[in-house]
């Protein structure tokens, strides 16, 4: 009777012990969470921190998705004005969480730049969230084009949300791994606005 129960133990530790693994290798590799990380636009270099350099293209590449009705839109019609491209679902918590945040960024800056969202959805839920929430930016939609996406700039094996600060001239100066919060725009936005 007591080699059923030890057996179970030593499953039950060696399932702890593989997944304590999991996760510090996950930091390692990464730098840590997200809240360890710098914000875009400190150092070391220009607004892509470290851990991600080596993942996230220094320029946009050119691609093309649709639009909410539907219109294949390219990124380079937005190309020769500052960008912020935020990655996103609707089915991801902190991206609802941070969809009120983008709408007064570009409220507040859209004379400087441009909001775009890149989700990773269909576009029927996309389309009901954009009306529930008012959102004022373009909106790219496409599970299967977005993962394509996600792919050329680098980070498609990172989580959701995430952004990419485009300068006017297509460059990748800044880069955002999960939610934006409010005290952190300022950070951000400083490669690509005027933020007197």
């Known amino acids: 009777m007591r080699q059923p129960t030890l057996l179970l133990s030593l499953t039950a530790l060696l399932s702890l012990l593989t997944g304590t693994l999991l996760i510090l290798g996950y930091l390692a590799l990464t730098g840590g969470t997200a809240e360890d990380r710098p914000l875009a636009g400190t150092e070391p270099g220009p607004g892509v921190q470290a851990w991600a350099r080596d993942q996230i293209v220094d320029t946009l590449p050119a691609f093309t998705m649709e639009d909410l009705s539907g219109r294949e839109r390219a990124i380079g019609e937005w190309v020769g004005q500052p960008m912020i491209i935020n990655v996103w679902a609707t089915w991801c918590g902190p991206c609802r969480e941070e969809v009120p945040l983008l709408i007064d960024i570009q409220a507040e800056h859209g004379d400087q730049l441009t909001v775009i ?5 269909d576009p029927a839920p996309v389309s009901a969230f954009a009306r529930e929430f008012g959102i004022n930016y373009p909106l790219l939609v496409g599970d299967a084009d977005a993962r394509t996406v996600t792919r050329l700039l680098g980070s498609d094996e990172l989580g959701l949300p995430h952004t990419f600060v485009v300068d006017a001239e297509g460059r ?21 606005v005027d933020m007197q």
């Open 117 to 121: 969202g890149l989700s990773m959805d």
């Open 172 to 192: 990748i100066v800044g880069f955002h791994l999960g939610l934006i919060r409010p005290e952190e725009v300022p950070a951000l936005l400083t490669p690509i």
